[in-house]
């Protein structure tokens, strides 16, 4: 029998890469969905099978990780391997405007699935996604003991769903692991996140489609890695022979600056002639410095990064540049 993983955010750039890495593993694949009028599976579009067919591999079921009952349900129904909790509110500026919804969604989420799989007395292994904003204002690098401070509900709510895990996995004897993930890029980023927004910047004004770039802090530093390299780091977390936590990042450290000089440059243009500031985009608190300590998982996973930063800007403008032809 083949083995079966539950990936929530399957339609985000880490659950579409993960589910990916997944098939190509051989997994069964079943992927939580959320409705919506429009069409919202475009990361998926690509490893879509029809369910018609016998051999289908990838399945969706629509649902929302608010709906507690609705995902004990599918849990119990599936009774997967593995479940990779991916989904989330992600965006930290959008988290001051919409705090409860965050916390419910990005903190609470994860309550049901854990409850499933301890009432159902499963053998299922929990894989939550946690963030390097959890760490907040401490100094970096940041490993798994730095102290978390957190700066922002979005923050908090992670925190809160990483505890869980934690305690869950303390209190019952669960295979219930963390992995906190720095900040994590691909082509597949949501437009209004700052990397994909400057890339997509880029590719527009090249094209001259697009005038001027609007920021926020250009001084904020982070830990900027490609998310194909991470989703390894999380499989083999899944794998690892007990639950644990585990810093995934590069170990290096850039500021939005030098992104925005990169990509730029990258299409030989002056980012001074096309980039504006914009207060809007400020938090109300910030967090200056992100950078990852993977000595654990380069220790016990045997995982290292293996895209560098300027790649990752290149891989990311060159994606822009053919999607804008």
Not at 166 to 186: G, H, L, P
Not at 265 to 280: F, P, T
């Amino acid at each position: 029998m083949k083995k079966i993983a539950l990936v929530t955010g399957i339609t985000g750039q880490c659950g579409s890469y993960l589910a990916e890495l997944l098939l190509n593993k051989d997994y069964e694949v079943h992927g939580l969905v959320r409705r919506a009028s429009t069409f919202n599976t475009d990361r998926i579009n690509h490893i879509y099978q029809d369910p018609h067919n016998q051999d289908v591999r990838l399945h969706l079921h629509y649902g929302d990780l608010t709906d507690g009952q609705q995902m004990s349900d599918l849990v119990y129904q599936l009774k997967p391997d593995i479940i990779f909790n991916c989904a989330a509110q992600s965006h930290v500026r959008v988290s001051f405007d919409t705090p409860c919804y965050t916390f419910s969604v990005t903190g609470g989420g994860i309550i049901p699935i854990l409850e499933a799989v301890k009432l159902g007395k499963l053998r299922t292994r929990i894989v939550q996604f946690s963030s390097s904003e959890m760490f907040g204002s401490s100094p970096a690098p940041q490993n798994e003991n730095t102290l978390f401070q957190p700066r922002s509900p979005y923050a908090v709510a992670k925190l809160a769903a990483y505890w869980l895990v934690k305690n869950y996995r303390e209190a019952y004897d669960m295979f219930a692991a963390n992995v906190i993930m720095f900040n994590t890029e691909s082509p597949r980023r949501g437009e209004t996140f700052v990397t994909r927004k400057v890339t997509k910047a880029v590719a527009r004004v090249k094209a001259g489609m697009q005038k001027y770039l609007y920021l926020g802090n250009l001084d904020a530093k982070r830990d900027w890695s490609y998310v194909p390299d991470n989703m390894e780091a999380v499989f083999r977390i899944s794998q690892h022979s007990c639950p644990d936590d585990f810093v995934i990042g590069t170990g290096e450290m850039h500021s939005v600056r030098e992104f925005v000089e990169e990509a730029f440059s990258y299409a030989n243009l002056d980012w001074k002639e096309y980039v504006r500031i914009d207060e809007r985009y400020f938090r109300p608190t910030e967090v200056d410095e992100l950078c990852a300590d993977a000595t654990k998982a380069k220790n016990d996973l045997k995982w290292y990064p293996k895209t560098k930063f300027k790649d990752l800007v290149h891989i990311m403008v060159d994606a822009d540049m053919e999607a804008v032809k």
